[in-house]
């Protein structure tokens, strides 16, 4: 069972492109989160999402970034028109159904995304 | 609201001695709380996990920790540090697994 996984790992966009971070969850997981971590700062909570629904996003920014979790296929995180401050770590985790107990989010390795 | 409290940013000891992390959090519910680490560049390992089970926890490389619901705390805990602990620690509280909430991280720093 392959753990969760994020591609690319190293991303490399200018001002003003389009950033696509993608995770594919643990197999049996239908949960999915991503999270920004900032150079020196710890993880913040982005947005959490169910198979096809966002559950919570109250942790994107209003403008630019969203999120995916079709049916098919894996998670997207999409960030348009990227700029400088949008430089950092992106971690997705996955979890399965809520209502199994003794369970914990299983985290990718990461994306780092520079805009140079 | 849930939220969690990393008192220390930054932690230093020397190899061979004690290692406490301290964590608090706020919930009003019965939380479930998690220890991450994260070395550098490299992403998060789970430490342990408290899912209101035994108050104390054993986890992987010999740390441990304790839920204490008197003193909303949840704090990590090593009798004795290794260079290899080095890294970033992130104490994480959850309720119904719905979402993770991070608390800032912990660097550790272990002299020889």
């Known amino acids: 069972n392959a753990g969760v996984m994020q591609n690319p790992r190293h991303l490399v966009r200018r001002r003003g492109q389009e950033a696509r971070l993608r995770c594919s969850p643990m197999k049996g997981h239908s949960h999915v989160y991503w999270y920004r971590q900032l150079p020196e700062e710890g993880l913040k909570f982005m947005v959490y999402?169910?198979?096809?629904?966002?559950?919570?996003e109250s942790g994107m920014p209003k403008e630019r970034f969203s999120a995916e979790f079709p049916k098919e296929g894996p998670s997207i995180l999409r960030i348009q028109q990227v700029v400088r401050g949008d430089s950092a770590a992106y971690f997705c985790a996955s979890s399965p159904p809520v209502g199994l107990a003794n369970t914990e989010a299983f985290f990718g390795q990461g994306t780092r995304l520079t805009v140079v | 609201a849930q939220s969690v409290t990393q008192l220390d940013s930054h932690v230093s000891v020397s190899e061979g001695t004690p290692v406490l992390l301290r964590c608090n959090y706020s919930s009003s519910y019965s939380p479930s709380l998690f220890w991450y680490v994260q070395h550098p560049n490299k992403g998060l390992q789970l430490l342990l996990k408290y899912t209101s089970a035994a108050t104390l926890v054993k986890g992987i490389n010999g740390f441990e920790a304790e839920f204490k619901k008197s003193e909303t705390s949840f704090h990590l805990t090593k009798p004795s540090a290794h260079m290899s602990d080095a890294a970033e620690y992130f104490c994480?509280?959850?309720?119904?697994?719905?979402?993770?909430?991070f608390g800032s991280g912990t660097k550790l720093n272990v002299k020889p």
């Open positions: 994480v509280v959850s309720y119904n697994f719905n979402k993770f909430y």
């Open positions: 999402l169910q198979k096809e629904n966002i559950i919570d």
